[in-house]
């Protein structure tokens, strides 16, 4: 049996009243609180429709029907109704919960779809994370002509400078383009009301921590802030504390010490010497049901070439991807992933950070991590939105000393350990 994923909603502090009736009326109490703007009232507003428990206006919920999400995950259950009522919210869960949805509900609610003026603006780390979040969004909004455009780097900035003199409500992009825009007066921060930092610790691990800083500074200060994150580390502890204010706690959590994964994932590790990975990935492959799709981890990008042009010649319909490429090549291969007419995928860590694909039913680390958490991102992009799915280990000679930080993290009934054909008498 899985183990139960536990939710909790706590406070940085004890609030001086009580703010939640009931979870159907936070979605639309105004707080009231001194300095944040008020979600717009209109009297002719339609009767809002029930999904799940939360109350949505009819261009939402029909948006909502039409991307086929019946009901609300647990993040989304949990985290909408304080962004609802103008509360700042943190939102820790394992990736592939539904935060995208979690934030870009009320941030689609929120804003006039009819400014041209950027009234929500969302960090994320990578370039791939920015289309998809950004293409969510869009989807959610859409029945309520909110536009949306998303800005990163390695793509010609005049394209994005003619959408944003244009003029749209919602800005998705990376730090480091956000920036760009900045300085050549291109982006004006000044009327942002929502302001969301997506996946903010892989945004410190990439090197982006003065730059979410220097982003938020230029933002009003009365603006309402989400952030949202599987681990809390120090560094995003008091970006916290210095720019949410009394923010609503939302986690979805496995803990295993600190470490969390998701319960949906099925974890198992073979030994592997490295002469026989080829072979191993082959055997993996050939067991996986054809309708599958598997995402290989290799740490370096002449690996990701490499593997990628012996399968092919083995006869396998494979691509890899990786920051040594074009941006068009890139593009086109995650393109072909995320329509399912690519199955297999290989890429590094940094191409595959922030990838959301809640198609992916396999995980499997050709090259193991270099540190627990890394496992644990690696695992999150396979079991999305509470789907099922494996995460497979090839463990060398060399990677004992990481496999048994995991299995000590984990728990050995989590992690089993198997044999391969190839190896089997």
Known sequence: MPRRRDAVVRRTKPPETKVRQSEANLGRQNQNQPGKPDRPVDAQRPKYIRWGMIDLTPEIADSLADMGYSEPSEIQRLAIPPLLAGRDVVGQAVTGSGKTSAFGIPMAETVNPNSRNVEGLVLVPTRELAQQVAKEISAVGKKLGVKVAAVYGGEPINR???????????V?????RIKDHMSRRTLDLGNVRFAVLDEADEMLDIGFADDMEFILRRTPS??????????????????????????VWVKLIQEFDGIK????????YYDVAERDKVRAVEEILDEIHENAQTLIFRRMQVGVDRLARDLDRAGYAVKGIHGGMSQRDRDRVMRAF????????IATNVAARGLDISTITHVINYDMPDNVEEYVHRVGRTARMGKEGTAISFVGEHDQEIIEKVVGKVGNDVLQRKLLNIYAR
């Open 160 to 170: 994005q400078i003619d959408q944003l003199e244009r003029g749209v409500p919602i």
């Open 338 to 345: 995320r329509e399912g007419t690519l199955r297999v995928l």
């Open 222 to 247: 009365n603006r309402q802030t989400a952030l949202f994150s599987a681990t809390i580390p120090g560094f995003i502890l008091k970006l916290i504390r210095r720019y949410l204010d009394d923010p």
């Open 172 to 176: 998705v992009g990376t730090p480091g």
């Open 261 to 268: 994964t998701a319960a949906e994932v099925q974890q198992v």
